[in-house]
């Protein structure tokens, strides 16, 4: 089933169409507010009640263009006015191809940089979503640059890739702030671990090499990108046999998903994020959540179907 | 199934009756060359052809008496004597109760403490093996003296318990050399993981930590008591991401069990031992293999019944 999701995703036609019609319009809803940023805001605000902080992702078409790339820069930069006008606990997290990086990567660094110098106006942050492998290589000597001249900037990086340990020994000695998620693109082999036990290990293996750098001084800001319970659970154990608590690192999860969860972390004193989506085009996202959790798909399905 | 095999582990009857029967001796060979050392010596010298070390146990039945502890000890000495005699790259791993740690912990420290000398002059090691949950704390404690007087000395690890990544924390300044298990007795949920996943991501977890350690220069042996090959590839990627190689730890298995692999991984380069049980008292050893893996149950009947 994950194949077939993965390949929908992929799918131009119905990435097209399908978007047009109320029925996943409704579909959809199961994980963003809505298409406006407004709508985005209107849930962050709400949150706020709860103990729960944001983080905002548009979701945007292929740039191809530099003035597409301008256009999208723009837009983040008036999300994080909004954030600041609004007084929403939050930060902007976005892909680097919607900054123009396969387009000029000269370029994208230079709309990365006005961003990250925005957001630090705020005492706000930027964070650098991570694509399929391929562009692996690319975000992390942008993310680089950006960190040295941006410290408490983000990167996400990716339990899945087999790359990823020794990319993070890469970036621990720069201190980092890096959201870990498991990992939701097809990938082949040789690139990434297949089986959720590999990547589940991969996961935590990871997470604890963070733990041991912040409890051996170093800064390393850590933000967990799993809905995986158990997972968050090992982690925290594995932080307070080391000194640390469970504050060491922030907790992130799609709107949408396990908001239960979401709320009983933070009464728990964890620190939780909402990452919320939105924008027109979501349905390759959208797919992607499916792929990720056969659950999802039943739950898609009875916002459709009336069963 | 494991819950049935593992009560019968504990089931007295069995345990005094069953190893008599011929079907049952010849079932038990699927895990131990025999029950004299001879045949567990006769078993490593065999293997060092193939580029692999030994690690000898020996199977006792419960001590209850100072008298039979010493039995035990004069016997560990003899092997230890035995191993450097016959050239043989091997060190000995015993279970503190054998030397009497429940009836007097002083009198067990001395056992272990004049076996680790004895081991030490012919530039050898002793591991002392762990056991259920309740007897973590004296055997960590009397380990940590042992340690202190003979550095290298190793103890066994348990990743299925909640309290290792702890355990482990308090070691690691103390250069232990761990041997590091996913567990094998049946524990409460309070006390340990319960799912394969949370027990491999914290197997992974707890190797992760002591190739962090192993590569900022302190000296922590890291022995990987495991037949699960995708854990030790993942460790051996770990391990490279953090500039280390396949040498930085050994992987230990048991007699009879993947030796395809215990090949491979020395031709490859892995540091390989291979752990002979030897011994009268099997039974309850034996069931608890069996409870680890389904398919050596299938593999046992096939010994006994002429499918």
Redesign the interface.
Known sequence: MRRVLLWLAGNAWLREHLPRFGFAKRAARRFMPGERLDDALAAGLAFQGDGIGIILTRLGEDVTSAAEADVVAAHYEEVIERLATDGIDGYVSFKLTQLGLEQDPERAYERCDRLAQRAAAHGSLVVIDMESSRLVEPTLALYERLLAAHPGSGICLQAYL?RT??D??RLVPRHPFVRLVKGAYREPEDVA?Q????V??????L???ML?AQASGDRVGIGLGTHDI??ID?IE??A????LDRTAFEVEMLYGIRLDQQRRLAREGYRVRDLISYGEAWYPWYMRRLAERPANVVFALRQVVPW
């Open positions: 087999r340990a020794a993070l020994q671990y089986s959720p036990r590999e589940d290990a991969s996961y935590v293996s997470a604890t090499t041991q158990a997972l090992l154990a594995h307070r046999a080391v000194g």
